[in-house]
Each structure stands twice: as C-alpha cells, then as structure tokens.
C-alpha cells in the first residue's frame, strides 16, 4: 500500500515546481487577456490587438516557420543520409556539425547581422568575389523572412538532423538490400523505406522544432527589430513599451492557441498512420 | 565499382560545403573580433581573411565594458540551473521509472507539455509574481525561471540513464540493508554518473544560451546574452563580438564533450512513449 505512493513523493517536487512556475502562470497569462482594468471577460485586448497587426503577425509567424522547418528538414534528411555511412573523418565532421547546437542564438544572430549587413556586410563581400552585384537582404519582406530563416537554420539543422539520424540507425540494413535487390534506386528507396520508418522521428523533430519556430525571438529581435512583426516580438513589444499589459497577454495567448493546436496537429496525425 | 566511386566524391562534397556552412559564421565572429577593424566593420567590402590580427579590438572593449558582471551572473544561474536539474531531476527521474507504464507516460506526457509552454507566455506572469516575492532580477529567480526549459530534457536523460542499471543492482542493495534514498544516492546516482553529468552540463549550457527569461526577468541586471543583444541593437560591434566570444567559446568546448550524449535518442527521449 505504502510502496506504491513512494514514487509520486519522489516526483513530488518536480511537479509542484511545473505546476507553480509554468502551468499556473500559463493560466494566469491566459485570464488576464480576457481583462482590462475597466473590465472582465472582455475580447477588447484582442480588438486591439487585430488593429495593432495581429493578422500580419500570426501570418508572418507561420511563413517563417513553415519556411524555416522546410529547410531545416531538407538539409537534415542530407547531413543525416550523409552520416549513416561510414567514411573517413566521420568523427571530425559531426563534432563539427553539432557545434551551431551550442552557440548561442544571440551570438549565431550577431553573426548573422554582420553576414548580411546592407553596407559592409561579409555576404555581399562574398558576392563582390563572384563578380555578382550587392544585395539589400532587407529590402522587401520575403527577404527579410529568407535572412531570419537561414540564420535559424543554421543553429537548428544539426538538432533535426541528430534526430533523423537516431531514426535512421534503427531501420535495418537488411531492407535497403533486399530493395536494392528488387531494383529500387536511392529515391525509390528514400521514399518507400526511409521516409514510412522515420514517421515517428520526423513527429518528434517536427514537434521539437515546429514549437520553438512558433517561439523565435532573439533572433528577429536582432535581424530586423519589431518589424516585420512576430508573435513574440509583438507580445514583447506590447510588454516593454506599452502602459497596458493586457496587449501582451492576448497576444501570448494567441501564441500559445497556435503552438498548442500545432503540437495536437502532429500528434494527431502521427496517430492516424 | 564505379558507381559507388562517384557517390563517394557526392558524399565529400557535401560535406565540403556543409562543413563551410557551419564554419562560416563563426569565422565572421573570429574575424571582427581579431582583425583590425579598416579590414571589417570599417570595410565597404570586408575582407575574406584576417588583414592582420590585433588583440586591441577586445581589450577596447572590456576596458570600456563591464564584462566581469554579466559573466559572473551568467555563471552563477547556470551552475544554479545545472543544480536544481540534478535536485529535482534525480528524484523524479527514479519516481518514473518506478511507475506502471500507463502512469508514468502521462507524467512524461505533463513534463513534455512544460516545454511546450512559451517562454514568453510564462515569463511576463512570472515577472509580476517576481517582482513582489523580491526575485525580479536576481539570480536565484532567472534560474529558477530557465529551469522549466531545462527540466523536462533533464528528467528524460536521468531515466534513461536509470533505466540502463540493472534492476537486480538496486534490489540487491535493499535485500542488504541499504534504505531507500541510500539506494538511490550512493548506489544508483554513482553508476548513473555519465547520464548525470551530462544532464548537469547540458543544464549549464541552455541557461548560459538562455535569452526570453532573460530580456523579461533580469533587465536590470543582465546576463551576457542580454548584454550582447543590447550592444548590438545599440552598434557597438566590437563590445558585442568580444561578448560573444566569451559567450560562445565555453559552449564549444562543451559540446564537444557532450558529443556523445547528443545523441537524437536522448534528444527525443521520452517522446517515442
């Protein structure tokens, strides 16, 4: 009797911390957009919000981390057939692959903004070299979008690939032969062997990352300021400069509304295979 | 024969240009903070490589910088960060692994939602509840903040590394005499001590990269992170290339150490339930 509670004393504090630092805020979030100091249950904060470019900052949310999870997967399912295989300076090369995993977003974004500075940027150097023209990397909004998206694969590919790899250990060798055998090229192979074995890794990674692209932060912050104009930046701006709070709260909640139903996307699709 | 010849030449040059990729922009960082600044921010046209190597740039800048704040307060929340994992984490970590399997994936199910939470959705509650308990900008209240981010990865490394000792080892210990948490902390954390260390470390890296929590609950008294996205919104290059030096040059050591750990199956870990 006593014996079966002893593990939940055990988990006791982790859960009491989650509840108190993240469930219970989360709510608290959550309720106080639905507020105003004049009054209760109201949807003025998100009224204002939609006139403050809410619509503009969930699009541009979604682009980017459609966009940004696009080539993250691409280079991924790349580095990660490359890895698979046996070749010399293997080990070199992942220690090196994974090093964008640890460096700071902060610093991957001061990077960046120096690679893609309008005047004196290290990019259009490059270009300079092939004879190419210079660019404008922010001269229109899909290259604002590309700029943010490239820097933030750059941190996040090794991630998805690492876990793409994982998937791809587990699947037997035996089957590549036995496919090769029957004829099936690498593509043929990538799509009926590779792609239905790795559902479930592909779920995790899209989760993973799919979630914490709903959340980039710094990294816009830093690339192009408060426009154009995310969920985050937004609820940020909102918190930092505003008098009312309440804006910030409604447009987390938004944030919140769309990772969540992302993440039960997935799932829910993972399930249905 | 020839076939695969050809796909090895493939293999190398993606790697080639992968390898490329990932350097890049490091290399960016290493030239602003090494090469006299007529070569860099001074340029139209950056140059490529070092025009010559100067140590002035980052002596300029923490002499004119407080470096030595920042970096002790990012240190002190990450060592505190890496601790509250292994206090909270290792109870909770056994607690799983001694639950029936339907109990246990609901819980890892509720740790998995924690990282789903926005950081900022969390953050901007919290830093009203932070303000009166006296933990707004203050060490203690960022890493217990950062924890959340921290916490749930942790849990899942500490049962893998769990689950890998023999059960016989543990019932072995009680049928000696040994109590519960003596099993627990002198037997089962010392054979468990790569799992735990490498929760520790990767603990210590994700606060000290750790920026929403950051910007929200410790404006005032800012970690490095903070410190170098302020210097760049401010341009002051060259204060923020040497901050990001110092930022980024731990956290490539460590990965490298973690290499072995950082492994798609941990980094999945849990989620596969």
Do not use: C
């Given at each position: 009797?006593?014996?079966?509670?002893?593990?939940?004393?055990?988990?006791?504090?982790?859960?009491?911390?989650?509840?108190?630092?993240?469930?219970?805020?989360?709510?608290?979030?959550?309720?106080?957009?639905?507020?105003?100091?004049?009054?209760?249950?109201?949807?003025?904060?998100?009224?204002?919000?939609?006139?403050?470019?809410?619509?503009?900052?969930?699009?541009?949310?979604?682009?980017?981390?459609?966009?940004?999870?696009?080539?993250?997967?691409?280079?991924?399912?790349?580095?990660?057939?490359?890895?698979?295989?046996?070749?010399?300076?293997?080990?070199?090369?992942?220690?090196?692959?994974?090093?964008?995993?640890?460096?700071?977003?902060?610093?991957?974004?001061?990077?960046?903004?120096?690679?893609?500075?309008?005047?004196?940027?290290?990019?259009?150097?490059?270009?300079?070299?092939?004879?190419?023209?210079?660019?404008?990397?922010?001269?229109?909004?899909?290259?604002?979008?590309?700029?943010?998206?490239?820097?933030?694969?750059?941190?996040?590919?090794?991630?998805?690939?690492?876990?793409?790899?994982?998937?791809?250990?587990?699947?037997?060798?035996?089957?590549?032969?036995?496919?090769?055998?029957?004829?099936?090229?690498?593509?043929?192979?990538?799509?009926?062997?590779?792609?239905?074995?790795?559902?479930?890794?592909?779920?995790?990674?899209?989760?993973?990352?799919?979630?914490?692209?709903?959340?980039?932060?710094?990294?816009?912050?830093?690339?192009?300021?408060?426009?154009?104009?995310?969920?985050?930046?937004?609820?940020?701006?909102?918190y930092s400069t505003t008098a009312s709070v309440y804006y910030s709260y409604a447009a987390a909640t938004v944030l919140l509304a769309f990772v969540l139903a992302f993440s039960l996307l997935v799932i829910k699709m993972r399930e249905n295979h | 024969m020839n076939n695969s010849k050809l796909s090895r030449t493939g293999l190398y040059i993606v790697i080639f240009l992968v390898s490329l990729a990932v350097i890049y922009p490091l290399y960016v960082l290493f030239l602003i903070a090494f090469s006299p600044v007529r070569y860099t921010l001074d340029a139209r046209y950056p140059l490529q490589y070092p025009g010559g190597l100067t140590l002035t740039n980052l002596l300029t800048a923490f002499k004119g910088f407080n470096l030595v704040g920042p970096a002790l307060r990012s240190i002190e929340t990450a060592f505190l960060v890496g601790a509250i994992a292994l206090v909270i984490g290792i109870p909770a970590a056994y607690g799983l692994s001694k639950l029936p399997r339907r109990q246990a994936n609901t819980i890892t199910t509720l740790l998995f939602l924690v990282n789903m939470l926005p950081a900022i959705v969390i953050a901007i509650p919290i830093s009203a509840q932070f303000i009166s308990a006296h933990l707004y900008n203050t060490v203690p209240g960022l890493a217990l903040a950062q924890e959340l981010v921290v916490l749930p990865l942790s849990v899942f490394l500490l049962l893998g590394a769990f689950d890998s000792i023999p059960r016989d080892l543990e019932y072995q210990a009680r049928v000696d005499g040994a109590g519960l948490l003596r099993t627990v902390y002198l037997i089962l954390v010392p054979l468990a001590k790569a799992g735990v260390v490498s929760t520790f470390l990767l603990a210590w890296m994700m606060s000290w990269d750790e920026f929403t929590f950051a910007v929200i609950l410790s404006p005032i008294n800012p970690t490095l992170p903070i410190v170098i996205y302020e210097n760049i919104t401010r341009g002051n290059i060259l204060a923020s290339s040497a901050f990001a030096l110092i930022l980024t040059l731990p956290v490539v050591v460590m990965t490298m150490l973690l290499q072995r750990y950082l492994k798609g199956e941990f980094l999945a870990g849990g989620l596969n339930g």
């Open positions: 009797m006593k014996e079966k509670y002893i593990p939940f004393l055990f988990l006791l504090p982790a859960l009491l911390y989650v509840a108190y630092f993240s469930f219970y805020p989360t709510a608290s979030a959550v309720y106080q957009s639905f507020q105003t100091p004049h009054a209760h249950f109201v949807l003025s904060n998100y009224k204002g919000l939609l006139y403050f470019g809410l619509s503009e900052a969930i699009l541009n949310t979604l682009f980017l981390s459609a966009g940004a999870l696009a080539i993250q997967f691409a280079v991924a399912f790349v580095v990660s057939s490359v890895l698979i295989r046996e070749f010399r300076g293997k080990s070199v090369f992942t220690a090196l692959f994974v090093i964008p995993f640890g460096v700071a977003t902060v610093v991957a974004g001061f990077s960046f903004s120096n690679i893609f500075a309008t005047t004196g940027g290290y990019a259009n150097s490059l270009l300079r070299i092939f004879g190419l023209p210079p660019l404008n990397w922010y001269s229109s909004w899909g290259m604002d979008m590309l700029t943010i998206m490239v820097s933030d694969s750059w941190k996040n590919t090794p991630i998805v690939a690492l876990i793409l790899l994982a998937g791809m250990t587990s699947i037997s060798p035996e089957i590549y032969k036995a496919a090769a055998l029957d004829g099936a090229g690498p593509l043929r192979r990538f799509i009926h062997i590779t792609l239905p074995n790795l559902k479930g890794y592909i779920a995790i990674a899209l989760v993973i990352r799919g979630v914490s692209e709903f959340n980039i932060f710094a990294l816009p912050l830093i690339l192009v300021g408060y426009r154009p104009v995310f969920l985050t930046t937004m609820t940020y701006e909102f | -």
